[in-house]
Structures are given as C-alpha cells and as structure tokens.
C-alpha cells in the first residue's frame, strides 16, 4: 500500500485522463434527451426519498434545515418527467419545488397550504440563502455543501472533495466542539489537545488555524466565526473542504493550503422549536442549552432562532476547571425576490490550569506518553477568551437569471492568560516552565457583493459569478514575562506556589493586514450536464503592517493571482469522474528575531494542487476515492542569514470515504487517507527527502450506527480513530508511536407525557489508552485525552 504513494503522481493522473478522454468522446450519443425518466423511489421518510429522486432525474435538491423531518413521501414509480415526478413524490407533504438554476430545484413550503399542487418554476431567485443540500441516506452526511463562489453543490457535482456533516451527527456524537466534530474526517487531525484554549489542525498534511488562528469560514466567509475555538451549539453542518481554495473562500488569514472548514448556522425552520438540553461530562462538569425557534409573517417569510448554551465544573485532568457559554440569534427574511440573514454571536470559555503543548529541550529522547489526566500546568494558571461575531448577509433577484449577494460583517477576539510552554528536560518527564502574562486582541472586518448569473451561448449552460472582497485584521498583543521558573513531571504533576506575574499595562499595535481583490469563476456545462467545466482566478492583494519590525520593513504591498480549473464527468447515473487543478495563496511570513532581515513580511506564497477522483451514489450508499498532490514553498534561513523562500513541501495522497446505509438499520461513516509527505527542497541537505513534522504515512476512520430489532427506539454506535507514526521534527530522529483509540455509545429515543425525549451516552477513547495525540509545525507534542464519559437528555416541547 505504501509503495503506491511513493509513484510520481502521473501514474495516478495520466490513466484516468485517458479514461475521462475516451468517455468524453461518447458522452454526445449517451446524454438523455429532455424528457420522461423512469423512477423507482419507494414511499418512506422524506429526505431520502428526494435524494434518491435526484439521483435518477440527474438534477440537485436542496431545503432548509429541517424542512423535511417527519414528512413522509407517497414514492413515485414509472415515466415522468422532472417537473412532474417532483410534483407527485411532494404530494400531501404541504411542500413544493422550484427551479432555482441548471437542474436546481429548491424544497420549500407552498403559500397557503395548498396541498394537492405543486408549482415548479423557473429562474435563479428561487434559491433562499439558507437552502442546504438534502442529506444523504442514512442522515450522517448532506450530499453536498457549500463551495464558496461556486455556491452550493451536490458532492456528485462539485470539481473538488467536499464533506458536510449534518447536525444529526453533531448530536449523536456529542461533539461540542467543531474540533470534536473534524476529528472523525480521515483527513483532519487535531494539532492541539483537549483542555487547551485553542484548536489547531492539519487538512492533508498543512497546518490549519495555529498562530492567530481565525480560518475557519462562517456561512462561507472569513472573519465571523469565533478566533480560537468554534462550539457546535449554533452550528447546522460542518464542512470539510479539501485543498487549496482561494478561489471559492479568498485568501485564509494565516495561509492554510490543506483545505477549508466551514460553518453553516442554524436557520429557524417551517415548524416552531422549543428544544432544551442538559448534559453531564465526567468528571464533575454539568450544562444545558436551549434552541428556540419561530417563523412568522406572510408565507412565514420571517424567521427567528435563538441558542443559547452554558457548561461549567471540573474535567478530566488534573486541577482543571471549565466555564464555557454561548449566545447565538439568526433572523432572516425570505421574500420573492429578496432574501437576508442577519447572524449575532458571543461566546466565552474559561480555564484554571489550561493544559499545554509540551516542548522537548535539545538532545532529550522522547518519553513514554503519561496518562491523559496528567497535567503540568498549575491550578493559579488560567486563561479566559471572548467572542463577539456579526453577519449580515443578502440575495437580490435583479431579474429572472441574475442575483446580487453581499455579506458584511466580522469579529472581535479577547484574550487574556497567564501560562507559560512547560519543556520536557529528561527521560524521566521533567519539565520547566516560566509562564507569561499575555493579552490579545484581534479585531476582523470582512465585506463582499457580487453577482451570480445564468445563460445559454451557443448550447453551452454557463453559471457565472463574479465577486470582490475585502478583508482587514488588526492584531495587538501586550505580555510580561515571569522571572522565575518552577519544575514539575509529566507523569506526576507537583503542585507549586504561585509565581508573581504582573498584567500587562498597555496592549501595543503589532501588525494590521489588509487583503482584496476581485474573483470571476465560470461552470460551464455540456451534454445536459454531463461534462461540467469551471475555471476561475481570484486576484489578491496583501497589504501588511508589522510594527514590530525595523522601520526598513514594516510595510509591504503584494499582489498575487490563484487559478481554479475543475473537471466533472458524469457518463452515469451514479458517477462521476472529477479533477482539479488549484492554488493557494498564503501571506508571506515574518522573519524571525535572528535572521539579518528581523521583523520583514515576505511576499506571499502560492501553493499549487493537482486532483482527480471518482464518486459513485449507489442510491443509500456512497464511494469516494481521490489521489492528490500539493506543493507548497517555505521559507528558511540562508547561507547570509537571511530569511527567505527556499523550501518546499509536497504532500501526496489517497483518500477514500464510504458512506450511507449497508442495510435498514445499519449505518456506515468510514474512510482512510495514505500519504507520501516530503520536503522536496531545503537549504540543508540533511533535510531534503525527510518528511515534514506531524504528518503521518496513514489516517483512518470508521463509525458504524445499529438499530436493534428487538429495542425499538435504541441505537448502539461505536467509532474508531487510527493515526499512524509522525515524526517530531524535519530532523526525522524521533517519532511518535502510531495509536488507535475507540468510543463506544448509545441513544435512546422515547416520549415521556407525550413529549419527545432522546438521551445520549458516549464513553471516548473507552480503553484509557495513554498516547502522543500529534505534534505541530513547531515541534510542539500533544498528549491524547483520557477516557471521559458523556451523557445528555434533550426534549422537545
């Protein structure tokens, strides 16, 4: 298996060329002509009965959250055409459908109720911002998301790789954080520990959201979502986009080039909300939420949803205390040619004794992972971190084919903390630390309109958008540094006096960057949307401030460009051959204090992707399977001491997801990622040929959800994580062992007085295991998390 990923990635890329060639040159006689189909969806729940229906019309479904649960479809069987066979599947469920663009059709209700008929229309405002694409079988995953510019697409349509994991799955695993959430992608992994203030991961092998963090997107746009650590209370899906997407999204504030995680907040639906919810974590930490929700008005055009979640007590580790809470309000407004969204958001989590990334001093072996309770940092060590969001987002139906959209919004991002970066000094887990005062704050704006339009040139479809962007990020960051240092051991902490360390008394500028730039992106369909092309380019330009450095090299002014081109090809029904070639754009870095050049901003750097894949929708079960290859350049000190771009790291890989129903009650999550990680270019020879830090050769996945027979209303679930060795350094002399861990859960649906009751228990990593989690781009080691039980009852009212 190994000996595949060390091919040049021609061997992967030149075979399914000539494959999509030879289909392409046959496609003409293949495409169906504009009429009847046949259908076969038997009657059931809604929701897969749509997807199934758009499997076999060969057209895209998408509703509001929501909107189809507890509905229930009449099926369809034998020749229809589009229109009608939507009609008739729809009937008695107080829904219809519209054509919202090229085989589009949004699922909304109808005015007035009128349940024995169905308008289908044409024209692109039929599309309301918060139509999602349906989830697939089985309910884990949607079968699409969103894809930045492009707009949302089915997975079976999008030219890239692009996971949207629904709000059932959020719920059913318990995952209270977005890292919670990510970690069971094949290609994510957390770069951060549990009970730290921060979380940081790796997408295909490239760091995400270290340093100042703030890359993940909120409903696609950067800058909203919360800086440090993303909950899950107000989030509908959460979405893995892998690879380079400067064109869809615009450059990511700090440069990640792995991929893309995206939030989508949740939308009332048609039905009122009253959900509450407490939860208990072990050891001694007890919470609630509540999720509220209305629509009102004429057709229920207006919308209100509100969450609100606090949690507080004693965790897992060592000396450890947590408050965390958060307060979210969406309102929106649907209209017939007008649709808007205004999003609200604050959160807070505090910390006594935050665990930290361990650092291992020069020359030290690596030790034995300690137990995953243990923890170095001292109960007087604390952190407390403050969000404050605002998104206002708009749709304007200017006629028939053409929108408007703009978004307008941002964040503000406070911290303050008192901890330092514990160093392992020996075998035996000694460690040292000298902790900091330190302050941040990270202001973000963020701004975009543009226009989205659909036309025919000569017989080929044309979905063409066009955009501009602007972003600026203000950051600023006050410390003082303890005098003193205090010993203690990773496998027995000690408890030490509190060191005095005085609160910053100003908080100085030190950088402020601004970035903009227009985008224009093209998907061009053939043969009724058998062969679909897009190509893009986004020009960007960097503006940074770092008011740190000398004054020679504080200011610079950069611009660059990232090209998109993307390849579907769907011969059947059911499949789909895609390819891409993609780049990505990353500010350049800062030079460090030793170089010659301290404090100087490089110009910005441009990663480049090559992609192919196939995607098979048998109906209830769905196969991905990709190969990629990503460059991206580094920059390193040179023989003067300078520091400038020099390295390069090439990441090469296959991914692989099956996903769906193996059977009636049988539920399937699972999927794998083998990588060849290199650093193909380095100024010291010894590093050229060694793999880069925190990237492992192999990652893989599987959760599995049954429904026994003979318990009605019981689901037994039970998921695995592998991650396999990752070395320490680019030295590549130590390296951490490969673990594997499981969790075990179980949920229980029941109506108590009438009410609808669901209580969930989870037990994570349920062997204890001891394990080095992952280690950072800066060498930093991450110790896993012990066994921690989970248990929650949720009502609705």
Not at 37 to 45: F, Q, T
Not at 680 to 708: I, S
Not at 713 to 739: C, D, F, I, M
Not at 746 to 754: E, H, K, V
Request: glycine share 10%.
């Amino acid at each position: 298996m190994m000996t595949v990923t060390t091919l040049p990635f021609r061997a992967f890329t030149t075979p399914l060329a000539g494959l999509l060639m030879g289909l392409l040159l046959s496609l003409s006689a293949a495409a169906d002509p504009a009429g009847p189909r046949h259908y076969d969806v038997p009657p059931g729940p809604l929701a897969p009965a749509l997807h199934r229906f758009a499997g076999q019309a060969g057209v895209t479904v998408q509703a509001a959250a929501g909107l189809l649960d507890d509905r229930l479809s009449p099926g369809l069987s034998g020749d229809f055409t589009v229109a009608d066979g939507l009609r008739r599947l729809l009937a008695g469920t107080g829904l219809g459908g519209s054509a919202a663009g090229p085989d589009l059709y949004v699922i909304r209700p109808i005015s007035g109720q009128v349940l024995d008929r169905v308008e289908v229309t044409g024209g692109i405002g039929a599309s309301p911002a918060m139509a999602l694409p349906v989830p697939y079988q089985g309910g884990q995953l949607a079968s699409g998301g969103q894809v930045g510019l492009l707009g949302n697409k089915d997975y079976m349509d999008a030219p890239v790789n692009i996971t949207s994991y629904t709000r059932e799955t959020i719920d059913n695993l318990q995952a209270r954080t977005m890292a919670e959430m990510v970690r069971n992608d094949p290609s994510v992994r957390g770069a951060s520990g549990a009970g730290g203030m921060l979380d940081s991961f790796f997408i295909r092998g490239f760091a995400m959201n270290e340093g100042n963090s703030g890359e993940v997107s909120y409903n696609g746009v950067y800058g909203v979502a919360p800086n440090y650590r993303v909950l899950t209370g107000y989030a509908e899906r959460v979405e893995v986009l892998k690879g380079p997407s400067t064109l869809l999204h615009g450059l990511s504030p700090n440069g990640s080039v792995g991929g893309t995680i995206n939030v989508v907040s949740k939308r009332a639906p048609a039905g009122d909300l009253n959900r509450v919810e407490a939860q208990y974590t072990q050891d001694l930490q007890f919470g609630g939420s509540v999720d509220l929700s209305r629509r009102a008005g004429e057709d229920d055009r207006w919308g209100m949803r509100f969450n609100a979640g606090y949690t507080d007590g004693d965790t897992r580790l060592d000396d450890q205390q947590r408050a965390s809470g958060y307060t979210a309000l969406a309102l929106d407004y649907q209209g017939e040619r007008l649709r808007a969204s205004l999003d609200l958001l604050a959160q807070r989590e505090d910390y006594d004794a935050p665990s930290r990334e361990l650092m291992l001093a020069d020359g030290v072996p690596l030790p034995s992972a300690p137990d995953g309770r243990r923890n170095v940092t001292q109960e007087w060590e604390w952190s407390r971190v403050e969000d404050r969001s605002l998104l206002l987002s708009a749709e304007y139906d200017l006629s028939e084919h053409l929108m408007a959209f703009a978004n307008l919004g941002g964040g503000d991002s406070e911290v303050d903390r008192l901890f330092g970066y514990p160093t392992i000094q020996n075998a035996e887990g000694d460690t040292r630390d000298s902790p900091s005062y330190m302050l941040f704050r990270n202001q973000r704006r963020t701004a975009d309109a543009g226009l989205r339009a659909l036309f025919d040139t000569a017989g080929v479809a044309h979905e063409l958008s066009v955009q501009v962007n602007g972003y600026r990020e203000k950051y600023r960051r006050g410390a003082v540094y303890a005098s003193a240092s205090y010993d203690s051991n990773i496998y027995e902490p000690v408890s030490r006096p509190e060191l005095a360390v005085a609160r910053p008394a100003h908080i100085p500028d030190m950088s402020e960057s601004k970035l903009s730039g227009p985008a224009l992106a093209d998907t061009l369909s053939f043969l009724d949307r058998r062969l679909q092309v897009t190509l893009g380019a986004r020009r960007q330009r960097i503006e940074t401030d770092n008011f740190n450095a000398a004054p020679g090299s504080r200011h610079y002014d950069e611009s660059e460009t990232a090209l998109f081109t993307g390849l579907v090809v769907s011969p059947w029904s059911g499949v789909s051959f895609y390819g891409n070639y993609t780049e990505g754009l990353s500010r350049g870095e800062i030079a460090p204090a030793a170089a010659a050049n301290a404090g100087q901003a490089l110009a910005p750097y441009v990663a480049k992707q090559y992609e192919a894949g196939i995607k098979l929708d048998r109906g209830g079960l769905a196969v991905t399977l990709d190969a990629f290859q990503i460059t991206r350049p580094y920059s390193e000190l040179n023989g003067d001491n300078v520091y400038r771009a020099g390295g390069e790291q090439r990441n090469r890989g296959l991914e692989a997801m099956v996903f769906g129903e193996l059977g009636e009650r049988l539920r399937v999550m699972t999927g794998a990622m083998v990588m060849d990680a290199e650093l193909t270019r380095a100024r010291d020879p010894a590093l050229r040929g060694n793999k880069p830090v925190g990237v492992p050769d192999f990652q893989a996945n599987a959760t599995a959800e049954w429904d026994p027979a003979a318990l009605p209303g019981l689901t037994l679930l039970v998921s695995a994580s592998h991650t396999g060795e990752q070395y320490l350094s680019n030295r590549n002399r130590e390296r951490l062992p490969s673990w594997t861990t499981w969790d075990l859960g179980a949920r229980y649906q029941s109506r108590l007085a009438g009410t609808p009751v669901t209580w969930r228990l989870t037990v994570q990593n349920v062997g204890d295991k001891a394990y080095w989690a992952s280690v950072n781009s800066w060498s930093m080691l991450t110790v896993g998390a012990p066994r921690t039980a989970v248990l929650s009852v949720t009502a609705d009212f």
